[in-house]
C-alpha cells in the first residue's frame, strides 16, 4: 500500500514543509536556524515528525536515516540510558555476581543456565529496571535487551549474514542482490563488525573452549565457520595481555559490557545523536497509537523511575511512528491496538508469524584430556554449520564461571517449521503468546544431528546439571524473538503497516521467526533496505 499521509519533502537542504492537514498540526521538523527538535524528555502535548518506540537495532536505524535527511526523530524508549556507572565504577554488573542492574523488574534472577553442577544459581535481586528481561509467555522464556540500544547492551554481538542461498526461505518477498551487494555491508559497516585474527585465535588461552569446539566438530566432519563479532578483537587482545580493563575476559556477557563492545550507544546511535536531529527519551513506555484528528497520530506513554512505578503519563502528537519495539515489544503493541480498537484497520496477520530461530542450548561433557579453560571470552566466535544436512546451526557458546569445567556449551539456531501467535487477551488486559513447549522437540532433534554423532565420536556425553537436574536440553528459552509483524504480510514490502499511513514496523518483527544464524545483521540490513525507500518515497 502507497502511504497517503501529507508529503514531508526532503531537499538538499533539509526537511521541507509539505502540503496538508500536517502542516496546520506544526507537526513537521525542520531544516535552518529556527529549528529544534523536542527535547528529551519528551513533554506532555509534545507534536514530533518522527516517533520512534525503541531503540534497538531497527530503531536505531531509521533514527539515523531519517536525521541525516533532514528529519527531526524523537526516539521513546522504556529502558534507561546506562550511561552512569554505579558505586562499584561500572555501568553494568558481571554474569557472574548479576545485581540490581541485571535483571528487569524482577526480585529473582532468571539465568538461562538455572543450574550448574546440578545446583540452582538464580538469587535474590532488588527490583529494579535493568537491563535483561527474562519475559515468560508460559510456553517459552524470551530474553530481550532493556535500555537506550536495545538487544546490542545484552547479546553477544556475533555479526553474522546469513549464507546467501538460503536467503530465500528467510525472506522470500526481498531481493537478494540487493541485500547482498548493498544493504549487508551497509549494516556490517554501520555496527562496526570484525574479525578475530585467526593466529591469536589459535594461541589464546581466552579462546581454548573454541579451538576444543572446533576439533570437535572437524573430527565428525562437521563445518567449522569463524563468526565476526561487534566486539573490538584489538581490545580483546589487550585485554589478554593485561594492558586495559577487562570486559570480555571478566565474563561480561548478558548483562552488558563494560568495555569492548561496539553496542549501538556506540555505532548508529553516537552517530545519530551527533546529527543534533535525533533525541532520546529513556524510561519511556509507549501504552497506545491511535490516529490524531487532526493527522498523524497520538501516543500515549508512561514514564517510568527505576522501580517500573508511572511517574507520569504524556501524550504526543507525531505525524509517522515507527514501530521498533522489538518482535516482541512490537507485536503486543500492535496486537493489543488492533483488539481494542485504536488501530482498527490494521490487518489480520498481526501478531502472526512468530518464531524462536530454533534456539536450544546444550553442553557437554568433555574427557579430562580435554579441558575448554578456565578463562573464556564472553564474545562467542565460531559455530558449527549442519543446515543443509541437520537443519542446525550451532555456535560454540563460552560458559565463563572462572573454573574449568571440561564442558563445551552450545547454543543452537535450527530450521524449526513452528510459528506462533500474539493475541489480546482482553480480560487480562494483556497479550498472549500461544506457542506450545512441544515444539522444541523438532530444534532438539536437529541440534542432536551434530551432537549426537560428536558424542559418539568423542566417546563423551550430554550435561545434564545445566538447565535442572538431570535435564540436557535448554529449550525453555530463545534469545532471537523474530516475527509478529510479517513483511509483505502486515506490511507492505517495505514495512508500511497496511491499513494506517504513516505507520512502519521496523524491527526484529518483519522477520518471519527464522534467519538461520544469529539475526541481528539482517534486522539491521532490512531496516537499512526500508528506510532507504520510505526516506525516498514517503519524505
Ligand atoms: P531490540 O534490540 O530488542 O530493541 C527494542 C527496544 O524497544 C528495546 O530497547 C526495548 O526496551 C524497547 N521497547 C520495547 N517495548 C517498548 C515500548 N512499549 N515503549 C518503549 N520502548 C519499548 O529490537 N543476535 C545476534 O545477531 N547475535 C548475537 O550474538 C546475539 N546474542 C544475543 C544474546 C542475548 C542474551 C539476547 C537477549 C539476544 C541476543 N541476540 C543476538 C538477539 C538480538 O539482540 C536481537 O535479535 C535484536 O536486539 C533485535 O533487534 P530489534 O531492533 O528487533
Not at 549487508?184 to 562496526?192: E, F, I, K, T
Not at 518482535?327 to 496486537?335: A, F, H, I, N, Y
Request: net charge positive; aromatic share 10%.
Amino acid at each position: 500500500m502507497r502511504d497517503s499521509t501529507p508529503s514531508l519533502s526532503v531537499s538538499r537542504r533539509g526537511f521541507i514543509v509539505g502540503t496538508g492537514s500536517i502542516v496546520g498540526l506544526g507537526l513537521l521538523g525542520r531544516t535552518g536556524a529556527s529549528a529544534a527538535p523536542v527535547p528529551a524528555p519528551i513533554p506532555n502535548g509534545a507534536r514530533v515528525p518522527v516517533l520512534v518506540i525503541g531503540t534497538g537495532y531497527g530503531g536505531s536505524v531509521a533514527a539515523l536515516r531519517l536525521a541525516q535527511a533532514g528529519v527531526d526523530v524523537h526516539m521513546v524508549e522504556m529502558g534507561m540510558t546506562w550511561d552512569t556507572p554505579g558505586s562499584d565504577g561500572k555501568i553494568f554488573s558481571g554474569m557472574r555476581s548479576p545485581d540490581y542492574r541485571a535483571y528487569w523488574l524482577r526480585t529473582r534472577t532468571k539465568q538461562p543456565l538455572s543450574n550448574f553442577l546440578g545446583f540452582p544459581i538464580d538469587k535474590d535481586v532488588p527490583k529494579y529496571t535493568g537491563i535483561l528481561d527474562a519475559e515468560d509467555f508460559g510456553g517459552i522464556l524470551v530474553y530481550q535487551g532493556r535500555g537506550v540500544g536495545g538487544g546490542s547492551l545484552v547479546n553477544g554481538g556475533m555479526a553474522v549474514t546469513p549464507k546467501r542461498s538460503r536467503f530465500s526461505a528467510i525472506l522470500p518477498s526481498v531481493n537478494a542482490d540487493e541485500m547482498y551487494n548493498v544493504y549487508y555491508p551497509r549494516a556490517n559497516s554501520g555496527l562496526g563488525v570484525n574479525e578475530i585474527d585467526r593466529a591469536w585465535f589459535d594461541t589464546t588461552d581466552c579462546y581454548q573452549y573454541a579451538r576444543v569446539g572446533r576439533k570437535h566438530a572437524q573430527r565428525s566432519g562437521f563445518e567449522f565457520v569463524y563468526v565476526p563479532n561487534v566486539y573490538d578483537f584489538n581490545y580483546m587482545k589487550q585485554e589478554a595481555a593485561g594492558a586495559v580493563p577487562k570486559s570480555a575476559l571478566n565474563a561480561e556477557i548478558l548483562y552488558g559490557n563494560n568495555y569492548g563492545k561496539k553496542s549501538l550507544q556506540k555505532t548508529y546511535l553516537a552517530q545519530a545523536k551527533a546529527t543534533g536531529r535525533v533525541a532520546i527519551s529513556a524510561q519511556h513506555r509507549v501504552t497506545s497509537v491511535s490516529p490524531a484528528s487532526g493527522g498523524g497520530y497520538t501516543v500515549a506513554i508512561e514514564q517510568i523511575d527505576t522501580g517500573g512505578n508511572v511517574v507520569a503519563t504524556k501524550t504526543v502528537t507525531a505525524a509517522r511512528v515507527f514501530f521498533a519495539a522489538g518482535s516482541v515489544g512490537t507485536s503486543k503493541l500492535l496486537v493489543k491496538l488492533k483488539a481494542t480498537g485504536a488501530l482498527p484497520n490494521l490487518n489480520g496477520e498481526i501478531g502472526k508469524g512468530w518464531g524462536d530461530n530454533g534456539n536450544v542450548m546444550v553442553g557437554r561433557a568433555n574427557h579430562l584430556w580435554d579441558p575448554t579453560g578456565s578463562l573464556q571470552s564472553g564474545m562467542p566466535t565460531g559455530g558449527i554449520d549442519n543446515w543443509d544436512a541437520g537443519g542446525a546451526f550451532a555456535e560454540v557458546a563460552p560458559l565463563p564461571t572462572g573454573i574449568e569445567t571440561y564442558a563445551s556449551f552450545y547454543l543452537s539456531i535450527t530450521n524449526t517449521p513452528h510459528r506462533a501467535e500474539f493475541s489480546w487477551n482482553a480480560s487480562a488486559g494483556r497479550a498472549d503468546l500461544n506457542w506450545q513447549t512441544a515444539w522444541k522437540q523438532t530444534s532438539i532433534d536437529m541440534a542432536k544431528s551434530i551432537f549426537d554423532k560428536i558424542n559418539s565420536k568423542e566417546g563423551t556425553i550430554y550435561r545434564t546439571d545445566l538447565f535442572g537436574s538431570y535435564k540436557i536440553w535448554g529449550d525453555h528459552l530463545t534469545y532471537h524473538p523474530l516475527g509478529g509483524a510479517v513483511l509483505n504480510k502486515a506490511t507492505d514490502n517495505y514495512g508500511r503497516l497496511h491499513g494506517h499511513p504513516g505507520l512502519y514496523a521496523i524491527d526484529g518483527s518483519l522477520i518471519p521467526g527464522n534467519t538461520s544464524v544469529n539475526p541481528f545483521v539482517t534486522i539491521t540490513a532490512l531496516a537499512e533496505r526500508n528506510i532507504e525507500k520510505i526516506i525516498a518515497t514517503d519524505l
